[in-house]
């Protein structure tokens, strides 16, 4: 879990802003919104079946 310690003289402001930063670099937020509902493994491979022919494309 991210923990931010807010410095001294910090804006509330900016210390959401690091958090936010910090959060999505751990990739906290997507892992919650995988998890939200619960795909079953054929489903789940098909979509990265799906995903890798889009990247393949480009």
Known sequence: MSEIKIRKN????SALKRFKRATAKDGILA???K???YDKPSVA???K???ARKKKKF
């Open 35 to 37: 998890r939200k509902q």
């Open 31 to 33: 892992e919650v919104r």
């Open 10 to 13: 910090e804006s509330l402001e």
């Open 49 to 51: 079946e799906i995903e």
């Open 45 to 47: 491979r098909k979509k």
